[in-house]
């Protein structure tokens, strides 16, 4: 137990103090999870409103692998990216293994069917309610697409929180494409597993605070929007601009 | 010497509609004018908002068939324009004003021109004061107004409405029925489906009656209403609707 007030304490004062290599962690985990979410998260909602608004033959099979890759391990997604990018993988030639811009594409792709299935769903639900009404308005189908997403936008920035969180929390396919190398692709989650099996608890714990911190903070954002946008429903009427 | 009769804005020939193995429509022959102003009436499930949609060409074309719609006709050397209200109107999770802004974006009207007649829209439905409210904050009446407003603003040649007034109170179906008046003073040709006979009496020049998908009559409203020569499933209807009547 003193162990663990101890390692609280000194953690506490590691956070007080701005320590230069626990913001360094911070700083990148931040850059690289915001990044992967941002594309990530475009891309799975255009992947999620084109399953929404289209007919094709075989989309059942294609919305049930999207579902079933919900649960991919983040471990798998760094392998295939590993292979994808090294030396002898077809994008090898991009040289960005063991650098943070692989680590994004891992984290985009770990995303992505999250996003799409989610956004799917919301999508289908919105359309049932005012699909037809936007038709009868002249909207085409990714237009109509994109007018719900607005509509929904609460919804969506709740969905890429959960898909940040996804990102942020991951350490499987950080470590594999990034190599935690000190400095350069060492992010919190990857730290905090090589810390603790250095024993270095304080700044494992720190850094586990921190995590926390952060999608604590978010999802206190969320929350404020949430209850700006039921109070006057006018979040995100810029964007229609 | 007769001039000749102007072409008709819509015209359906043997049309028909179909959902997997059910029949919503079949056989449905009409054609409207410019100012016509035509009630659906019929039991629920008749057909009506589905000879509404099929009109304003919401049905995907594997499900409707035989229909000479009015994006298919230039009968005033243009596409008419159409627009449609709802029983319950899709509003955004936006103000007012983008509501309709968003109806004007969607039609291809000129940014310049979408602020003025979003203006114009909503102070002809008594909206101005709420444009920066949140429009689905708004009550049922005001809702069923600012989509009228919504497709008032489109200038439509057209105007569906279905059952319009059906889930409002007597005093907001009041302000929408006086809407619904004066936005076909102004020429527009109205199509709307109706429970409310009363309402088809007071603002429609013709009445269709539907029956299981299928066009029973259609008359000018006074022989509807009046000539005792109605077919039988029409007289039960009206029977039934206006016991007080028998």
């Known amino acids: 137990m003193s162990v663990i007030t101890e390692s609280l304490g000194t953690a506490t004062q590691m956070l007080a103090q701005g320590d230069e290599r626990l913001l360094q962690t911070v700083w990148l985990s931040l850059q690289v999870s915001g990044t992967a979410c941002l594309l990530g998260g475009l891309l799975g909602l255009a992947v999620g409103a084109a399953l929404a608004i289209t007919r094709f033959p075989g989309q059942r099979l294609v919305v049930g692998l999207v579902n079933t890759l919900l649960a991919l391990p983040s471990v798998v997604v760094g392998l295939l990216v590993y292979l994808l990018l090294s030396r002898q993988g077809p994008l090898g030639d991009w040289g960005i293994l063991f650098t943070p811009a692989a680590m994004v594409v891992a984290q985009s792709i770990l995303v992505v069917p999250l996003v799409a299935a989610l956004s799917r769903r919301l999508l289908l639900s919105a359309l049932s309610e005012g699909g037809d009404q936007l038709r009868s308005l002249g909207a085409g189908g990714v237009t109509t697409a994109l007018v719900l997403l607005v509509h929904e936008r609460l919804a969506v920035l709740t969905l890429l929180l959960t898909a940040f969180g996804r990102a942020i929390a991951e350490v499987g396919a950080v470590m594999v494409v990034g190599g935690n190398i000190a400095g350069v692709t060492r992010v919190m989650t990857t730290t905090i597993a090589l810390e603790t099996s250095k024993g270095d608890l304080p700044l494992a714990l720190a850094l586990g605070l921190v995590l926390l911190a952060v999608v604590a903070l978010l999802n206190a954002g969320v929350a404020l929007l949430t209850l700006r946008g039921a109070r006057q429903g006018v979040v995100g009427a810029e964007a229609m601009a | ?246």
């Open chain 2, 1 to 246: 010497m007769r001039a000749p009769p102007a072409q008709p804005l819509v015209t359906l020939h043997a049309a028909g509609a179909q959902f997997g193995n059910t029949v919503a429509l079949a056989g449905v022959s009409l054609s409207l004018q410019r100012g016509d102003r035509l009630a659906l009436v019929g039991a629920n499930g008749s057909g009506k908002t589905t000879l509404l949609r099929l009109l304003h060409g919401l049905l995907p074309a594997a499900h409707a068939s035989g229909a000479r719609l009015a994006h298919a006709l230039h009968p005033e050397g243009r596409a008419p324009v159409a627009a449609m209200v709802f029983q319950r109107p899709f509003l955004l999770n936006l103000p007012v004003h983008w509501n309709v802004q968003l109806g004007l974006w969607l039609h291809g009207v000129p940014a310049a021109e979408r602020r003025a007649r979003t203006q114009q829209a909503l102070a002809r439905v008594g909206l101005a004061s709420l444009a920066s409210r949140p429009a689905r904050a708004l009550s049922g009446g005001q809702q069923q107004r600012l989509a009228l407003a919504r497709a008032w603003a489109l200038k439509p040649d057209i105007l569906f409405l279905d059952e319009p007034t059906a889930s409002l109170d007597p005093s907001a179906k009041r302000e929408v029925e006086a809407l619904m008046a004066a936005i076909v003073g102004e020429g527009v040709t109205l199509v709307f489906s109706t429970h409310n006979l009363g309402q088809a009496k007071r603002l429609a020049t013709r009445v269709a009656y539907l029956e299981a998908g299928r066009l029973v009559v259609e008359r000018p409203v006074r022989e509807f209403f009046e000539n005792p020569g109605l077919p039988e499933q029409a007289q039960q209807f009206l029977k039934g609707e206006l016991p007080w009547t028998t």
